[in-house]
């Protein structure tokens, strides 16, 4: 899919909390074994998705150098809203400075809810209906005691501001989407944690995903993997992204710089965006990225971006490597209270 007019990035921020829960802490509650990431990042007492989407957005904003009366939408991409009746949007958009002129609305597609938003951000721009649209990718553990997740479900988010060609710091290319009625995971109404269908995860849902979504994406471009200087894919763990990396042709170093899972967990929605960011971190003008998202249900959105001269002038602030510095262990107790699961 590409736009009829073009559109970059013009600004991007990210946000990671403080606080870190060990794998060997949840093994020491449980009397359980194995550690698929080290460690993950869990909210503070005051933190939530909304709290994170203002921080990535506040930075996004910063970096772009944009006047927040010109941004015509604010769409947040999260499986873990605070409100089940309102939307995370308005609140974003009122703390950037966007209201009142502004389109908002929460997305939902689990992991990939982020991205859903990014297209709609695209489309706003490329068709001239908005100067400047913001999507963001950002959600809270959701994992349930005693489940694989409660390992790696972590807390995270990035911001991402697209404009026109002419003002952004890396051009869309071309993005597409593959998706497929896949029930893989699922959470019900009133239920407090997502289920998941252990042996779907992997094949059919992620890995067909992805591959379907990449591969399509480079035979339209005509691009082969050795055309990218990184790439970026949904990391629900630290073996997944490695393993399709190398199913679609592109190497360790590609891949490095963007898989922040093994440090901070799986952050859902704020997954790829993320990894997107801490990229773009490292990236330099003419450099491209290929990114894929994944989220269950189950469908893919792959994008080729292209990194341009703005990008030396627009990464002031905190980049996403001083966010997974930046660290304070909790034991399991902490952990519950900082989620609500214990109230004083």
């Known amino acids: 899919m590409r736009t009829l007019n073009k559109v970059g990035i013009a600004g991007y921020g990210a946000y990671v909390p403080m606080y ?49 009366s010109e941004i015509g939408a604010v769409y947040v991409g999260t499986e873990s809203k605070p409100y089940a009746v309102k939307p995370s949007g308005t609140i974003v958009a009122e703390a950037i400075g966007a209201t009142p002129g502004v389109s908002t609305a929460d997305y939902e597609f689990a992991c990939k809810a982020g991205t859903e938003a990014f297209q709609t951000c695209i489309g706003l721009v490329g068709s001239g209906m908005q100067r400047y649209a913001m999507a963001i990718g950002a959600d809270t553990a959701q ?17 991402y501001l697209f404009g026109p060609l002419d003002d952004s710091l890396a051009e869309v290319e071309a993005s597409y ?8 995971f699922w959470r019900r109404p009133k239920e407090m944690y ?31 993997a050795t055309d990218f200087k990184y790439a970026v894919f949904h990391q629900p763990n630290t073996k997944f992204p490695i393993n399709v990396s190398k199913m679609l042709g592109f190497g360790m170093d590609q891949i490095k710089p963007g898989l922040v899972a093994p440090l901070v967990g799986n952050t859902y929605a704020g997954s790829s965006p993320l990894g997107l960011a801490a990229t773009l971190d490292v990236a330099e003008p003419g450099d491209r990225i290929f990114m894929v998202s994944y989220g269950s249900g189950a469908g893919s959105d792959s994008f ?4 341009r001269d ?30 609500g699961q214990i109230i004083q």
Request: net charge positive; glycine share 10%.
């Open 20 to 68: 870190r829960l060990r794998a060997a802490e949840v093994n020491r509650m449980w009397g359980t074994s194995g550690e698929p990431v080290e460690e993950k990042s869990v909210v503070g007492l005051d933190e939530d998705t909304v709290t994170i989407s203002v921080e990535c957005a506040k930075l996004a904003v910063r970096r772009a150098g944009v006047d927040p």
């Open 143 to 159: 994992g349930k005691p005693m489940d694989a997740l409660e390992y790696t479900a972590a807390c995270g988010g990035a911001a």
């Open 177 to 184: 989407s593959y998706v497929t009625d896949t029930p893989d």
């Open 194 to 224: 997502p289920r998941h269908g252990n042996r779907f995860t992997g094949e059919p849902a992620y890995f067909k995903h992805i591959i379907g979504a990449g591969k399509w994406l480079l035979d339209e471009t005509g691009y082969k």
């Open 304 to 307: 080729v971006f292209r990194v």
């Open 310 to 339: 703005l990008i030396k002038g627009r990464r002031a602030g905190p980049k996403v490597q001083a966010f997974i510095d930046r660290k304070q262990y909790v034991d399991y107790a902490a952990y519950l209270r900082h989620r």
